[in-house]
Structure formats: structure tokens, C-alpha cells
């Protein structure tokens, strides 16, 4: 368990509709990022919040947004979506800006658009 | 063409062997280097993280690198069914101060070691 709590765990929603990802990060950790897993584009970054900034931008559609609260969590927000984002989203924390690359996943929210 | 390039396998070996995964890149910008596990319906984990060229070992692990061939290995000995699992190769640049958890990922190589 890497103390990375991401809900739900599966969704499944229709095109066109919005839905919102959560991700609570380890104990301590300020950094909390988000990334992208499909079959095809397999792992990729969107985006790095550090203590409530935006610190760093993948390739995030402006579909989506995401912002962390004053208590670290953080919420994933898609919207008008398309079958194309049918994915496994992970969150990740690390203790500051991830130094050494030890990033600490959750276990994904596997979100299926219909 | 993708920056990272990695064979997705499926690479199934017997308990006990050698495994070799590997990835190229094509971005000169990228200087360290990491190979992360991730079992099936988990999140990827960090196995090794490495800056400069050559070996660096831990355990039965070993990560190669060569910058000038822009080549990187993850080597696996004496090789046990509960190292089935995809393996990631991950890889950054200098982040300049800004974001050092912005990773560019491999396809992941999906390894199966079998009794």
C-alpha cells in the first residue's frame, strides 16, 4: 500500500458528461501529480500541483482541470467526454518535488466512457 | 515517434533466468533515468533510479546506462514468479527547478516468470 488513496476505483459515465477523480496523497507529502494511463499513449503526466500551485503541465486537454485544496487533496475534473478518455487514472505523491523520481501511485480510477 | 521506446514483450522466462528489459530514447534532454514495476491492477512502484552512465546495482536488480547510445536496461538475476509484473522504464530532464516528477514513461514491457 503506498498510502495513496484515489475514489472511486471504476466509473463508468456516458459522452458528454463530467465526472471529478479524487486523490488523497501520503501523510507529509505536498506534491501531488496526475497522470494518464491508455492502451495506446500508455503512461503520460498532466499535471503537478506543489502546496496548492500548479507547478507543471503535461499534455492536459482543456477539457480537464485540476486544482489541490488547502488540505492536499486533490480533484482530477473531466469534462464533456469522449470515448477516446476511457483510461486509468493515477494520482501520485512525493514528499517535495520528487528529487530522486520516487513518485507514489495510487491504485488508479479506471473511468470507462460509454 | 515516440521519445521513449519500449518493447512490450509479453516476455515469459523460467524461475531462475536472466531478464533483460530495455528502452531507447530520443531525447538528449533526458538525464535520469528510473525503472519503476507495476503488478496488475496496482500502481507502478520505483524499482531504480539512476543519473549517470554506466551500472548501478541493488540486489538482484541492475540498471544500465548509455547516454551517448541513448539506450537503458533493467537487468533481473536469478529471476522469481512474483517479478511478474509490467515494467516501466521513466526518464527526465534537468526540470530546471520546476517539476522533477514530470516523467516521460515507456510502453511498460509485461514480464512473466514462470515456475
Known amino acids: 500500500d503506498s498510502g495513496v488513496t484515489q475514489t472511486p476505483k471504476h466509473l463508468i459515465t456516458a459522452t458528454g458528461q463530467r465526472v471529478t477523480l479524487r486523490c488523497s496523497p501520503r501523510?507529509?507529502?505536498?506534491?501531488v501529480y496526475w497522470y494518464q494511463q491508455s492502451l495506446d499513449q500508455g503512461l503520460q503526466f498532466l499535471i503537478h500541483?506543489?502546496?496548492?500551485?500548479?507547478?507543471a503541465k503535461g499534455n492536459i486537454l482543456e477539457r480537464f482541470s485540476a486544482q489541490q485544496f488547502p488540505d492536499l487533496h486533490s480533484e482530477l475534473n473531466l469534462s464533456s467526454l469522449e470515448l477516446g478518455d476511457s483510461a486509468l487514472y493515477f494520482c501520485?505523491?512525493?514528499?517535495?518535488?520528487?528529487?530522486?523520481?520516487?513518485?507514489?501511485f495510487g491504485e488508479g480510477s479506471r473511468l470507462t466512457v460509454l | 515517434q515516440k521519445e521513449v521506446e519500449q518493447d512490450p514483450g509479453p516476455l515469459s522466462v523460467p524461475e531462475g533466468a536472466i531478464v533483460s528489459l530495455n528502452c531507447t530514447y530520443s531525447?538528449?534532454?533526458?538525464?535520469?533515468f528510473m525503472w519503476y514495476r507495476q503488478y496488475s491492477r496496482k500502481g507502478p512502484e520505483l524499482l531504480m533510479y539512476?543519473?549517470?552512465?554506466g551500472n548501478k546495482e541493488d540486489g538482484r536488480f541492475t540498471a544500465q546506462v548509455d547516454k551517448s547510445s541513448k539506450y537503458i536496461s533493467l537487468f533481473i538475476r536469478d529471476s522469481q514468479p512474483s517479478d511478474s509484473a509490467t515494467y516501466l522504464c521513466?526518464?527526465?530532464?534537468?526540470?530546471?527547478?520546476?517539476?522533477?516528477?514530470?516523467?516521460?514513461f515507456g510502453q511498460g514491457t509485461i514480464l512473466t516468470v514462470h515456475p
Open positions: 501523510s507529509g507529502d505536498l506534491s
Open positions: 501520485a505523491s512525493s514528499v517535495g518535488l520528487a528529487h530522486t523520481g520516487e513518485l507514489f
Open positions: 531525447n538528449s534532454a533526458f538525464q535520469y
Open positions: 539512476t543519473y549517470s552512465s
Open positions: 500541483y506543489y502546496n496548492g500551485e500548479e507547478r
Open positions: 521513466a526518464m527526465r530532464g534537468n526540470a530546471g527547478g520546476t517539476s522533477y516528477g514530470k516523467l516521460t
